[in-house]
């Protein structure tokens, strides 16, 4: 199994030993991004809906890293610290996807690495 590590400058470094994501033949696996500012490295500030456009902004990042778009993500993962903000956060994934739609999973968690409200995950499939 050959394995490509992608990075991008454009999302933001790894916070921990994990890589932003892996690419194994067409599938690139991504670790979950929380609303970090790329620049700073510092957690962007407003609601829901800006932290999870921040998180999402991030993941675009490192799909376009890996050679591949938005477009091409057969799975999301979703977690919040709160599932009141499910429709917020459904919202701001309309901006950010069309239908067909990814499959996707919604977890609420009791918290997330520094204080984010909001990270997502995901699978993507490079044809």
């Given at each position: 199994?050959?394995?490509?590590?992608?990075?991008?400058?454009?999302?933001?470094?790894?916070?921990?030993?994990?890589?932003?994501?892996?690419?194994?033949?067409?599938?690139?696996?991504?670790?979950?991004?929380?609303?970090?500012?790329?620049?700073?490295?510092?957690?962007?500030?407003?609601?829901?809906?800006?932290?999870?456009?921040?998180?999402?902004?991030?993941?675009?990042?490192?799909?376009?890293?890996?050679?591949?778009?938005?477009?091409?993500?057969?799975?999301?993962?979703?977690?919040?610290?709160?599932?009141?903000?499910?429709?917020?956060?459904?919202?701001?994934?309309?901006?950010?996807?069309?239908?067909?739609?990814?499959?996707?999973?919604?977890v609420e968690v009791s918290a997330l690495p520094k204080g984010?409200?909001?990270?997502?995950?995901?699978?993507?499939?490079?044809?």
């Amino acid at each position: 199994m050959t394995r490509q590590i992608i990075q991008t400058d454009h999302a933001p470094a790894a916070i921990g030993p994990y890589s932003q994501a892996v690419r194994s033949g067409n599938t690139v696996y991504f670790s979950g991004q929380i609303p970090l500012n790329p620049a700073t490295g510092n957690l962007v500030e407003g609601d829901i809906a800006v932290q999870a456009r921040r998180a999402f902004d991030n993941l675009k990042a490192v799909a376009e890293a890996a050679g591949g778009s938005l477009a091409q993500i057969v799975r999301l993962g979703l977690y919040l610290t709160d599932l009141g903000q499910f429709a917020a956060v459904n919202a701001v994934m309309q901006e950010y996807f069309n239908a067909p739609f990814p499959a996707r999973s919604t977890v609420e968690v009791s918290a997330l690495p520094k204080g984010a409200v909001f990270e997502v995950d995901a699978v993507m499939v490079i044809d």
